[in-house]
Each structure stands twice: as structure tokens, then as C-alpha cells.
């Protein structure tokens, strides 16, 4: 069996998580403390564990026959921006959802300087495939206002060690942080065979609210999920779904432009998915009954021994 590095992190990987945030309460809920918004619904690659691989061709025949890939406005965006300002929120706020955000390279920049003009206390952080990365645009985004980009390789040691590279650059800036994660568990089928590299892991990953075949072994555990207390999703038409894992928008909350973050986080809706999944009940909620996250989480879990 062929390996290639696992992991490959920067130096100062023990640092610059998240740091906490200060609990706000809205109609005695507390808030998340973690939102992602989707500026445009497009992700250039198919990691054979994330539901984009089937999705994507759809989206890439969509671009085929002209039409252009969905997209939230910077008009729609600053309001989201502005009602978090409101809200005093300081958690971390990252500009991408299910998607691959260096697609949107035209606003990135753009779109971070307006979170970090209103959001000064938040910690603004993107993860991105790096296919679209370069250390001028690294350079522009962390000037803008950017604390933490992760940059997960899903191809080989070589372009892994371009992209650290790139964020070694940025290393002695005090208010970035970057990583580079390698993930050589997926299937790059469209980078041809020498790029199809054996699968070994993680073997703990989870089967995305049933939507992948990923270690369909792994048990659905009827316990609770800390997504919906802790994080909002938005979408690019402002619909807040239930987590990164429904990328088939199956459950919708309600519409952060139609109404404003703090009615649709306190709705009935979410309410249901948080008491529910408190209670240990994930079979009573559409996405979440084949949802075998936190199934296991670790590969002795699993009686695995990858040595
Ligand atoms: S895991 Fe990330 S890079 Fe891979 S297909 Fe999904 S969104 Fe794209
Ligand atoms: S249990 Fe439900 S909320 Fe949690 S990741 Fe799975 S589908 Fe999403």
C-alpha cells in the first residue's frame, strides 16, 4: 500500500482556534456561535465522502447551457452582516457553506473586509480545497480582515507542500492563522489515475445525514448533535438549513432575508431539531435519522488498526 503524508499542519497548528466567545441570548436562546454563509453554490471538486460528487454534475450542466452558478448578492450579504451587528455577535463567522469559496475570487476579498467592518470582534475564518489559491490573493484576504484559512489538500504531498508555502508566507502575521490539512481518503477522478490513491482513512468519517456511502457500518447513535444549538447555515437565497450536511436543502428553518437571524434561529423549526436531538431522538427528524455522525469517533472505536 502506497502512503502519502496524512497530515501536514503549519507550526503554529496548537494556536489561533476560535477563541470563546461571549454568550448572547435572544428570547432566552442562546445563540450560535458559529455561522457559515454560502456567497455562490459551486464547489470544483467531488470528494467521493462529501455529497457534491454526485451534485456537481448537475451544476456543471447547468454552467454548460449558460446558466450562471447561484450567487447571495453583496446587497443580501451586508444585511446579514449588519442584523449579526446588531445582535452584538462575536463568534466566528465564515464566508463560505458547502461550497468551494475561492470560486467566488472576484468578491472574496470584498466580502471579508465588509464582515470585518462590522463584525470587529469576530473571528473570520474559511476553509477552502486551495485550488484557487495564491499568496497575493492569502496576502489581500488576511489585509481584509481574514484570522484563519484552512486549506485541506485533496490530491498529493506536492501540491500539499505548495500550499503550505503559500501560508508560510503569512506566518509571522499576529492575527492569521493558517493550516493545511491533507485528506488522501477521496477519489479525484477527474485528475486522472495517478491521482486516484489508495484509500486508508480516516475511517471515521460519517455518512453526511445518510446522503454518502461512507463507512455505512458506522451505526445512526441516537444522541444528540450539536449543530443546530451551536451553528446557522446559510444559503445563498438566505434559507437557513439544518447543517453542512444537507446539500439537498431538505430542512429548511426559515428565510434570514424574508424575517432576520434571531426569528428564524428561535423558530419553532430549530427548536424541534435542538429539543429532539436533546433527547437523544434523531429517528424522529428527517436528515438526522441516517445520520450516523458521532457514530464513532475514533478507529479504535471501530476495532480498525491502520499501523
Ligand atoms: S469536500 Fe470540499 S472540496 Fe471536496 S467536493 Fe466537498 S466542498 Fe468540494
Ligand atoms: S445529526 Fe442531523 S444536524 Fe447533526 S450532522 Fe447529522 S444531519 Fe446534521
Redesign the pocket.
Known amino acids: 500500500m502506497e502512503y502519502y503524508l496524512p497530515r501536514i499542519l503549519t507550526t503554529k497548528q496548537q494556536i489561533k482556534q476560535a477563541p470563546s466567545h461571549l454568550p448572547i441570548f435572544v428570547n432566552g436562546i442562546e445563540l450560535f456561535q458559529n455561522i457559515q454563509v454560502q456567497t455562490i453554490e459551486f464547489c470544483n471538486l467531488k470528494c467521493d465522502f462529501c455529497p457534491n460528487h454526485y451534485i456537481i454534475y448537475d451544476r456543471i450542466d447547468d454552467k454548460k447551457n449558460g446558466i450562471p452558478y447561484n450567487k447571495m448578492s453583496i446587497y443580501d450579504y451586508t444585511r446579514i452582516v449588519k442584523n449579526l451587528a446588531q445582535l452584538n455577535y462575536n463568534g466566528r463567522f465564515s464566508p463560505y457553506l458547502m461550497n468551494e469559496p475561492l470560486i467566488d475570487k472576484k468578491r472574496i476579498v470584498e466580502l471579508i473586509s465588509i464582515a470585518r467592518q462590522h463584525l470587529p470582534n469576530s473571528f473570520i475564518q474559511i476553509d477552502s480545497n486551495g485550488t484557487g489559491m495564491t499568496e497575493k490573493l492569502l496576502g489581500e484576504m488576511i489585509e481584509a480582515g481574514l484570522n484563519r484559512i484552512q486549506l485541506d489538500d485533496y490530491f498529493d504531498d506536492e501540491n500539499a507542500m505548495k500550499m503550505v508555502k503559500i501560508i508560510e508566507a503569512y506566518v509571522n502575521t499576529s492575527t492569521f492563522f493558517g493550516i493545511v490539512s491533507s485528506n488522501y481518503n477521496v477519489t479525484q477522478a477527474k485528475r486522472g489515475e495517478k491521482n486516484k490513491h489508495t484509500h486508508y482513512g480516516p475511517n471515521t468519517y ?1 455518512n453526511r ?1 445518510g446522503l454518502v456511502n461512507v463507512n455505512p457500518d458506522i451505526p445512526v447513535p441516537q444522541k444528540d ?1 450539536g ?2 444549538s451551536e451553528q446557522m447555515y446559510v444559503k445563498w437565497n438566505g434559507e437557513a438549513i ?2 453542512c ?2 446539500w439537498e436543502y431538505k430542512v429548511i428553518h426559515g428565510n434570514v432575508l424574508d424575517s432576520s437571524i434571531e426569528e428564524v434561529w428561535t423558530s419553532d423549526s430549530y427548536e424541534h ?1 435542538r429539543k429532539t ?1 436533546k433527547k437523544g431522538r ?1 429517528d424522529l ?1 428527517r ?2 435519522r441516517k ?1 450516523n ?1 458521532g457514530g464513532c469517533t475514533s478507529e479504535e472505536d471501530r476495532g480498525l488498526n491502520n499501523e
Request: hydrophobic share 30%.
Open positions: 460519517w445525514g448533535c449543530y443546530p439544518l447543517c450536511c444537507d431539531y436531538l434523531r427528524l436528515m438526522c445520520c455522525k
